[in-house]
């Protein structure tokens, strides 16, 4: 069978992959509220102006860095299918052990997810679907965890969820002060066996983006 060959971006493509990469080491470095577009401007070495044509302003940037990431992060979800009940466990241990190796991530998360807090920042209302997509999937899911395998204390399955991402959100805040040295991965594994999850290897084999 013939390898499909891979669409080659045309220029437009590839300038907008540069300036949107540009603004996420600059997010992460500076946060939004201190980042100006020429400041992503000089980081994508291209003119004020140019970067206008593609995005017309710095919350067009950000939605969009947001955006392809979820997509990114979705699509991988399909790995886990074959886990049952346990996919969604699985998936996010994945994400916690991936984004290890990519600190600018995390660090663009711990930094937007506090500024978010503010009823003006453009990130708001995204922040506010994830977390409550996040934390209403991951209750379906020890829902039917409990069912099987009740917990060995008293939990309510949101309150298992809502654990999950408060400890998540917690250690990568952890992990950026501590340069790296507390291993995320092993302590969501840890919490989530404490409340009867036990997670086999997980497959390797995710492709990151070029």
Same mark, same amino acid.
């Given at each position: 069978m013939t390898t499909p060959v891979p669409r080659k971006l045309s220029k437009g493509e590839r300038t907008k992959t540069?300036? /949107?990469?540009? &603004?996420?080491?600059?997010?992460?470095? %500076?946060?939004?509220? %201190?980042?100006? +577009?020429?400041d992503i401007a000089t980081r994508a070495d291209i003119t004020h102006v140019g970067l206008m044509?593609?995005?017309?302003?710095?919350? *067009?940037?950000?939605?969009?860095?947001l955006e392809f990431r979820e997509k990114q992060d979705e699509e991988?979800?399909?790995?886990?299918? *074959?886990l049952g009940i346990d996919r969604l466990f699985a998936w996010i241990v *994945?994400?916690?052990?991936?984004?290890i190796a990519h600190p600018d991530?995390?660090?663009?998360?711990? =930094? /937007?997810?506090?500024?978010?807090?503010?009823d003006?920042?453009? &990130?708001?209302?995204?922040?506010? !679907?994830?977390? =409550? !997509? +996040?934390?209403? &999937? /991951?209750? $379906?899911?020890f829902a039917a965890h409990? &069912? +099987?395998?009740?917990?060995?204390?008293?939990?309510?399955?949101?309150?298992?969820?809502?654990?999950? +991402? $408060? /400890?998540? *959100?917690?250690?990568?805040? %952890?992990?950026?002060?501590?340069d790296g040295e507390i291993d995320m991965a092993a302590r969501v594994r840890t919490h989530l066996a404490g409340l009867g999850v036990s997670l086999p290897a997980l497959p390797t084999g995710t492709k990151e983006p070029a």
């Open positions: 540069r300036i /949107l990469e540009a &603004a996420l080491e600059v997010f992460s470095e %500076q946060g939004f509220s %201190q980042t100006s +577009v020429r044509h593609h995005f017309p302003s710095k919350d *067009d940037m950000l939605v969009r860095i991988d979800a399909a790995r886990f299918a *074959d *994945d994400i916690v052990d991936k984004n991530r995390i660090r663009l998360f711990v =930094t /937007l997810s506090a500024e978010a807090s503010s003006e920042h453009p &990130a708001r209302a995204y922040f506010v !679907r994830r977390y =409550t !997509r +996040v934390i209403g &999937a /991951l209750e $379906a899911s409990f &069912a +099987v395998a009740p917990p060995r204390f008293e939990i309510t399955p949101r309150e298992a969820a809502e654990s999950i +991402v $408060a /400890l998540m *959100d917690g250690l990568q805040v %952890q992990w950026l002060l501590f």
